[in-house]
């Protein structure tokens, strides 16, 4: 398929932006389709030995001059006796009442992941996988389009995902797991081993991005033997997604064709008692079955086709 081919219209909320990979600081990107509650951002890096003071904005426009109103600014200071980190909004001109976060849960010298999932009335940042602060907004979320990064922080990668639809209601805090670029583990055909087979309540994650003129993707789950109970794959010919039994029916999944040449994507699979529910950049689009017996039995995930991985975790 030609990438000038018009495509079928999309819903915003399928639509992911691709992940920023070393990233010259100061930097400043548009938020695709801006920020909503169950948008996350991540940011990995390394905080330099000497760093004083690092600011990831989120802003309602891009202008340099007059300086743009910032719904959420987390700053980090290393440079005081005790650090700590900053958190405070600037609308038309002035900078509110800050909010000072005793600690910064970050290291000089060390590498971070920092999580911002963006709530219904606040924002949460967790720092390597754990709860650090939340913060209540003082401007609409929806007047947010840009992400701002500046001060002494070296950026790996910025992420910009949904949440897991899976949890999205429930206390559980969701993960970031980081994008690698280039990494010898993530060539296709890629594989990952599953000694103890899958139970209810363990996730799947893949991302990546679709290569320039695809064919094809495969993601299978193989048994002990040459058996694959379960394969979920995207044919670009007919663009169509379907889940194929391990006697080769086939089941339509109902949904937009997401793997568009040159997009990025991500695949969340749930194991639950009685089989896999499935949700793509976010969106669930319903489960396959398949017995509990057959879950543990499974020993190996297969990904395989026009693909690019940034990450996979199970």
């Known amino acids: ?43 990995q890096g390394v905080v330099p030995l000497h760093a004083r003071r ?27 006796v005790k650090p700590h980190v900053i ?14 976060w005793p600690g910064v849960a970050l290291q000089r010298g060390a590498s971070f992941l920092i999580l911002f ?3 219904n009335e606040e924002v949460k940042v967790s720092v390597n996988g754990q709860h ?3 913060y209540r907004y003082r401007l609409p979320l929806s007047r947010v389009d840009t992400l701002d990064i500046s001060g002494d922080i070296l950026v790996k990668a910025i992420g910009f995902l949904n949440i897991n639809p899976f949890v999205e209601g429930s206390r559980e805090y969701p993960v970031g797991y980081p994008f690698l670029l280039y990494s010898p583990r993530l060539e296709v055909p890629c594989s990952r081993a599953l ?12 991302r990546g991005l679709v290569l320039k003129e695809p064919k094809d993707f495969t993601l299978s789950l193989k ?20 889940w194929v039994s391990s006697w080769g029916r086939k089941k339509l999944i109902s949904a937009p064709f997401l793997f568009h040449p040159q997009r990025f994507f991500e695949v969340l699979l749930l194991c639950q ?28 995930l297969r990904i395989s086709g026009n693909v690019h991985l940034y990450c996979i975790h199970c």
């Open 54 to 80: 690092f600011q990831v904005d989120f802003q309602c426009g891009c202008c340099l001059h007059p300086q743009p109103d910032v719904a959420f600014r987390f700053s980090p200071r290393f440079y005081t």
């Open 117 to 119: 999932l963006f709530e």
């Open 223 to 242: 048994d002990g033997t040459t058996h694959v109970p379960v394969t979920l794959r995207a044919s670009f010919t007919d663009r169509t997604l379907a």
């Open 132 to 134: 650090f602060l939340h």
């Open 87 to 100: 958190c405070n909004t600037h609308q038309g001109g002035l900078w509110q009442k800050e909010i000072r």
């Open 1 to 43: 398929m030609s990438t000038d081919e018009h495509l079928d219209p999309i819903p915003d909320s399928f639509i992911l932006q691709p992940p920023v990979f070393h990233p010259v600081v100061p930097y400043g990107t548009t938020i695709f389709g801006g920020l909503y509650a169950g948008k996350m951002v991540t940011l």
């Open 273 to 300: 008692e009685g089989g896999l529910k499935l949700a793509l950049n976010g969106q669930g689009l319903g489960a396959t079955s398949l017995d509990q017996k057959a879950l543990e039995q499974l020993r190996e």
């Open 195 to 206: 000694p103890r087979g899958l139970w209810p309540g363990q996730v799947i994650v893949v």
